[in-house]
């Protein structure tokens, strides 16, 4: 089976935290190298918000994100979290897992079209 499956999303007030898991299947995780959580409100893309290389660790992290947000992987587990701290309003949305397989070395999380892995979402609500 490939699959993804997220969990931990839920309503927060501003300021509050989150933890945010993605599975991946060992089908997925045999597969990919990176994996990545993006976000996305009605009307807009995807916005890739942070990624990690599973087996180096190396992130990525978009700017408005950056000292907020924390991901990190298990690889025996082949689960990524992504801890959500000091959260905005404008953090609203769905939150999508992916997973791709990519060259080494990046500045930012790639495009949403280049992941191959998806999965079905969580929605994260933060209030004012």
């Known amino acids: 089976q490939v699959q993804l499956v997220e969990s931990g999303g839920g309503s927060v007030e501003a300021g509050g935290s989150l933890t945010l898991s993605c599975e991946a299947s060992s089908g997925v995780a045999s597969r990919t190298n990176y994996m990545g959580w993006f976000r996305q409100i009605p009307g807009k893309e995807r916005e890739g918000v942070v990624g990690i290389y599973t087996a180096s660790g190396s992130t990525n992290y978009a700017d408005s994100v950056k000292g907020r947000f924390t991901i990190s992987r298990d690889n025996a587990k082949n689960t990524v979290y992504l801890q959500m701290d000091s959260l905005k309003p404008e953090d609203t949305g769905m939150y999508y897992c992916?997973?791709?397989?990519?060259?080494?070395?990046?500045?930012?999380?790639?495009?949403?079209?280049?992941?191959?892995?998806w999965g079905q979402g969580t929605q994260v609500s933060v209030s004012s």
């Open positions: 992916a997973a791709g397989l990519f060259g080494p070395s990046r500045e930012l999380v790639p495009p949403a079209k280049v992941f191959s892995y």
